[in-house]
């Protein structure tokens, strides 16, 4: 891994007022849109929709603040959608709810479910934007938990069988598809830090999980090309690795950081094979025939979706298991999520992509955006400066690759609105639009307005 040099604000840099000016200086044809998720706007309550591994996990671990409201996407989805429009960016990238669609069986659909995306799709159309649709934003029915989720490869064979029924019911309705959005979120986060649902601290179960997803996607875009001619992708979260100083073990940290976090997928996808740093440790873990999964996992994908937030400062820490690392945070100006602004590891990420795995891969950043101590002035207006300077300084990185003519096609803010926000609850805000959780009413925030004037000329 070539290592950037700092260059971001700190946080005694004075703060300035930023735009989103750098807008007018792309191509025409270049997608902007806004990113969302099933579990965290729709709100499951209602609709028949089933339980998923994030009900139980909100049950024992946050004290039940789930996603049982959430935004209520459910009732206001034709605000929602308008609120897009009226913005002036051209598509939407959302996910399809597996427990909503098939609540009890994958034989059985729901027909309320069903309902719901067809009504959504209408309006996503009627309302001239570019559908981006996710089949897995995290969501796993909890049937497939109780027999071992992730964990167990047959999970890979009943998400192909749901990726089928949604090429069935929807490939006319979209052109382009993700399979899985951050697989690393699904495996690692979740079945080794123990952070995400289902709350699982264990290596073992993580390297299954982290080889089974993949091969979930694999199977998932055999099913798609099978009965539609859409392109179909999957979505990948990067993290830049600063080494914490230039000590070769700090070093040689990073780089297994780099090969479990970022690699271990990309890899995957593009090669065909895992980084043989990270397969040192987690091979042992891994089914007999996974090189021959590899095949699968490989098959060529259409497009690129890339999700990029900040970076990770590590230093060498001896463990047991051999994941010799220890994540920690600098001194640059942070996010309420207490992520830093790191803007130039995302076109690190970019040119990495383009240079060392495929020249021709169309990229998407289908998630880029942060968490803001937003709250309502006494002019009931929302004033997230900071917001818009992430932006600007990530669009700007963007810009930088497009002129080196890379071809990133889209960019999807994250996100839309307010919304559940995993294991933090509603308390993090992420949206260009604010959500009261009492009212469930919508105000715009600054940033909004901001991409509306750069979008709307």
């Given at each position: 891994m070539i290592y950037l040099k700092v260059i971001c604000l700190t946080k005694k840099t004075p703060i300035s007022l930023h735009n989103l000016s750098v807008i007018q200086e792309f191509p025409t044809d270049f997608k902007f849109g806004v990113a969302t998720s099933s579990y965290q706007i729709e709100g499951n309550k209602n609709g028949d929709c089933g339980l998923s591994i994030w009900d139980d996990f909100a049950r024992k671990k946050l004290n039940g603040i789930d996603g049982k409201e959430a935004c209520r996407h459910l009732d206001f989805f034709k605000e929602d959608i308008k609120l897009i429009k009226d913005a002036g960016f051209k598509s939407y990238r959302f996910s399809f709810s597996w427990p909503r669609l098939f609540p009890e069986k994958n034989q059985k659909l729901n027909n309320l479910g069903l309902d719901f995306y067809n009504r959504l799709l209408d309006e996503i159309h009627k309302q001239e934007l570019e559908p981006y649709p996710t089949l897995y934003h995290w969501d796993l029915p909890i049937r497939f938990q109780d027999q071992g989720g992730?964990?167990?490869?047959?999970?890979?064979?009943?998400?192909?069988?749901?990726?089928?029924?949604?090429?069935?019911?929807?490939?006319?309705?979209?052109?382009?598809?993700?399979?899985?959005?951050?697989p690393w979120c699904v495996s690692w986060l979740s079945h080794y830090l123990g952070e995400h649902?289902?709350?699982?601290?264990?290596?073992?179960?993580?390297?299954?999980?982290?080889?089974?997803?993949?091969?979930?996607?694999?199977?998932?875009?055999?099913?798609?090309?099978?009965?539609?001619?859409?392109?179909?992708?999957?979505?990948?979260?990067?993290?830049?690795?600063?080494?914490?100083?230039?000590?070769?073990?700090?070093?040689?940290?990073?780089?297994?950081?780099?090969?479990?976090?970022?690699?271990?997928?990309?890899?995957?996808?593009?090669?065909?094979?895992?980084?043989?740093?990270?397969?040192?440790?987690?091979?042992?873990?891994?089914?007999?025939?996974?090189?021959?999964?590899?095949?699968?996992?490989?098959?060529?994908?259409?497009?690129?979706?890339?999700?990029?937030?900040?970076?990770?400062?590590?230093?060498?820490?001896?463990?047991?298991?051999?994941?010799?690392?220890?994540?920690?945070?600098?001194?640059?100006?942070?996010?309420?999520?207490?992520?830093?602004?790191?803007?130039?590891?995302?076109?690190?990420?970019?040119?990495?992509i383009h240079n060392e795995y495929n020249k021709k891969i169309p990229i998407y950043i289908t998630e880029n955006g942060m968490s803001n101590k937003d709250f309502l002035d006494k002019k009931n207006e929302i004033t997230d400066e900071d917001r818009i300077e992430y932006f600007d300084l990530h669009l700007k990185e963007v810009l930088k690759c497009l002129n080196k003519g890379i071809p990133v096609k889209g960019y999807f803010a994250w996100s839309l609105m307010d919304n559940y926000e995993w294991s933090f609850g509603y308390e993090k805000r992420f949206g260009l639009v604010y959500v009261d959780y009492q009212s469930f009413k919508r105000i715009p925030k600054k940033s909004y307005y901001e991409f509306q004037k750069q979008l709307c000329v």
């Amino acid at each position: 891994m070539i290592y950037l040099k700092v260059i971001c604000l700190t946080k005694k840099t004075p703060i300035s007022l930023h735009n989103l000016s750098v807008i007018q200086e792309f191509p025409t044809d270049f997608k902007f849109g806004v990113a969302t998720s099933s579990y965290q706007i729709e709100g499951n309550k209602n609709g028949d929709c089933g339980l998923s591994i994030w009900d139980d996990f909100a049950r024992k671990k946050l004290n039940g603040i789930d996603g049982k409201e959430a935004c209520r996407h459910l009732d206001f989805f034709k605000e929602d959608i308008k609120l897009i429009k009226d913005a002036g960016f051209k598509s939407y990238r959302f996910s399809f709810s597996w427990p909503r669609l098939f609540p009890e069986k994958n034989q059985k659909l729901n027909n309320l479910g069903l309902d719901f995306y067809n009504r959504l799709l209408d309006e996503i159309h009627k309302q001239e934007l570019e559908p981006y649709p996710t089949l897995y934003h995290w969501d796993l029915p909890i049937r497939f938990q109780d027999q071992g989720g992730w964990t167990n490869k047959d999970t890979a064979k009943y998400f192909s069988d749901f990726a089928l029924s949604i090429a069935e019911h929807f490939s006319d309705r979209y052109n382009k598809i993700a399979t899985i959005n951050e697989p690393w979120c699904v495996s690692w986060l979740s079945h080794y830090l123990g952070e995400h649902a289902p709350g699982i601290k264990d290596l073992r179960s993580a390297a299954q999980a982290m080889h089974n997803v993949l091969y979930a996607h694999g199977l998932a875009l055999t099913a798609l090309k099978s009965l539609s001619s859409s392109k179909v992708g999957i979505v990948l979260n990067n993290e830049y690795a600063s080494p914490y100083n230039e000590d070769t073990k700090n070093i040689d940290a990073a780089n297994l950081f780099d090969a479990i976090y970022n690699r271990w997928f990309s890899d995957a996808i593009f090669l065909g094979q895992y980084p043989e740093i990270a397969l040192e440790i987690l091979g042992k873990y891994l089914p007999p025939e996974y090189k021959e999964d590899l095949k699968v996992i490989s098959t060529p994908i259409d497009w690129l979706g890339l999700n990029y937030y900040t970076r990770s400062i590590i230093k060498d820490h001896k463990s047991n298991d051999g994941i010799n690392y220890k994540c920690l945070r600098g001194d640059l100006k942070k996010t309420d999520m207490d992520w830093e602004f790191y803007p130039q590891g995302l076109r690190y990420f970019i040119e990495r992509i383009h240079n060392e795995y495929n020249k021709k891969i169309p990229i998407y950043i289908t998630e880029n955006g942060m968490s803001n101590k937003d709250f309502l002035d006494k002019k009931n207006e929302i004033t997230d400066e900071d917001r818009i300077e992430y932006f600007d300084l990530h669009l700007k990185e963007v810009l930088k690759c497009l002129n080196k003519g890379i071809p990133v096609k889209g960019y999807f803010a994250w996100s839309l609105m307010d919304n559940y926000e995993w294991s933090f609850g509603y308390e993090k805000r992420f949206g260009l639009v604010y959500v009261d959780y009492q009212s469930f009413k919508r105000i715009p925030k600054k940033s909004y307005y901001e991409f509306q004037k750069q979008l709307c000329v």
